[in-house]
Nanobody, 129 residues
Framework: VQLVESGGGSVQPGGSLRLSCAVS????????LGWLRQAPGQEREVVAS????????YYPDSVKGRFTISQGRTGDTVYLQMNNLKPEDTAMYYC????????????????????????WGQGTQVTVS
């Protein structure tokens, strides 16, 4: 399984970036992919997840309304559109796949935690300043 991220860079606060991740070698469907980030000295956190081409998605409150995850039609590309970026969004961003499927109960999706992701890309740096 190979994941290759691209699209990172430096932007000013309020700017936008679109990250892309090319996925190969993973054929299990439906799949669950995510974008995670890690800033220096902080734990890795999930910033967006997508299941089965968008049947379910997840965003933490810190990025909700600003970040959008999507998946290409063939399933081999996943994107993260980031708008209204803030300095606290500065981090290394990783694309990842989990073999665990999210669960729907209580009226909402419950996605795997960051430690449950099995395959990772090398990351792409996003700097907002």
């Amino acid at each position: 399984v190979q994941l290759v991220e691209s699209g990172g860079g430096s932007v000013q606060p309020g700017g936008s970036l679109r990250l892309s991740c090319a996925v190969s070698g993973y054929t299990h469907t439906p799949n669950c992919l995510g974008w995670l980030r890690q800033a220096p000295g902080q734990e890795r956190e999930v910033v967006a997840s997508i299941y089965a081409y968008g049947v379910g998605t997840y965003y933490p409150d810190s990025v909700k309304g600003r970040f959008t995850i999507s998946q290409g039609r063939t399933g081999d590309t996943v994107y993260l559109q980031m708008n209204n970026l803030k300095p606290e969004d500065t981090a290394m961003y990783y694309c990842a796949i989990t073999r665990s499927a999210p669960a729907f109960y209580g009226g909402s999706w419950h996605f795997p935690e960051q430690r449950e992701y099995n395959y990772w890309g090398q990351g792409t740096q996003v700097t907002v300043s």
